[in-house]
């Protein structure tokens, strides 16, 4: 059984952090629905799935057109009061007649497309990891930024981010009912990183409790991608060209305020799927990436902190 998705990742644009109550308030996408929300380790506030109807073509890697309809599973994400995410999902299976069928026969089955006519699910996966964008086909980048601009436009922010950041997008495919646990990580381009997942599962033909850990990995890698990717930058711009002491530690002192305290992998997920954190540490390295910008940073802040000291000794 394949399933896909893709991940969408920004700042919150909000002068500070948002949390508790009022981060709830603030994903309450879904009326009469909970938010979900967590405070250990890390605060989460998590809206409402909701279903998202489609009717297109699939992706596929060798160009053949195929044409799928369901709903894709939605959902959007603040960690920590900062950092905003927008999840898109769903898997793929062969439709149980040659045409499309009523509404009411896809909406009993949340986060299933159905395709018409012949085709192979390692053509559709291949076609997704591609992250190519094209209006005929499943537009993901277009549900998943739907999500963070509808809760953008929420009154309670004030629109006035206290850093610059980037958009991410993390496109993943996963065969659940395979031989063995294994990721595959690639970075596309400045914006598009890509996760190709395989893992043993229990109920091939719904996915369940499988697919919901596969979603929760995805969104933990697309968060600290973001993190890296984006304090990378602040370090470049800040510490790049002839710049004042004093305006390389001002640079800096965003990320200090709201993004450090943000690094935890793996905070959320089950033992299971522990070992493609690992596999990611042992070869991108990302922890090792993150420590040693943090420690970069640590360094500026410490070497103006003594020149500050001299002067005033002076």
């Not at 994903?27 to 279903?51: K, M, T």
Request: charge should be neutral; proline fraction near 6%.
């Amino acid at each position: 059984m394949l399933a896909f998705g893709e991940v969408q990742t920004g700042l919150l644009q909000n002068s500070r952090a948002v949390t508790g109550l009022r981060a709830a308030d603030v994903v309450d996408l879904v009326n009469g629905e909970q938010v979900r929300r967590l405070e250990r380790p890390i605060a989460y506030a998590i809206s409402p799935d909701r279903p998202d109807g489609v009717d297109c073509r699939l992706p596929t890697g060798s160009g053949a057109h195929v044409r799928a309809i369901g709903t894709l599973v939605t959902h959007a994400t603040l960690v920590g009061g900062h950092v905003l995410q927008g999840s898109a999902y769903g898997y793929v299976e062969p439709g149980s007649a040659d045409r499309r069928l009523p509404w009411p026969h896809y909406l009993t089955q949340p986060g299933c497309l159905e395709w018409i006519g012949k085709a192979r699910a390692d053509d559709i996966g291949a076609g997704l990891l591609s992250g190519a964008r094209d209006s005929s086909v499943l537009d993901l980048p277009a549900i998943t930024g739907r999500i963070l601009d509808e809760v953008q436009r929420s009154p309670l922010l004030d629109h006035n981010p206290p850093l610059r950041a980037p958009r991410l997008r993390l496109r993943w495919t996963a065969k659940i009912g395979g031989k063995g646990l294994a990721a595959a990580f690639a970075v596309r381009s400045e914006e598009l990183r890509t996760v190709e997942i395989s893992l043993p599962g229990t109920d091939a033909q719904r996915p369940g409790q499988d697919l919901l850990a596969v979603v929760a990995l995805c969104e933990d890698l697309a968060l600290h991608d973001w993190l890296l990717t984006t304090l990378t930058t602040m370090v470049e711009r800040a510490l790049t060209g002839d710049r004042r002491r004093r305006d390389r530690v001002g640079g800096l002192q965003p990320a200090v305020e709201h993004l450090l305290h943000l690094w935890m992998p793996a905070a959320r997920l089950g033992p299971e799927l522990l070992p493609v954190w690992t596999d990611l540490e042992a070869r991108p390295g990302f922890t090792r990436q993150w420590e040693a910008l943090v420690q970069r940073i640590r360094d500026q802040l410490a070497m103006s902190t003594l020149a500050l000291l001299e002067a005033r000794g002076d």
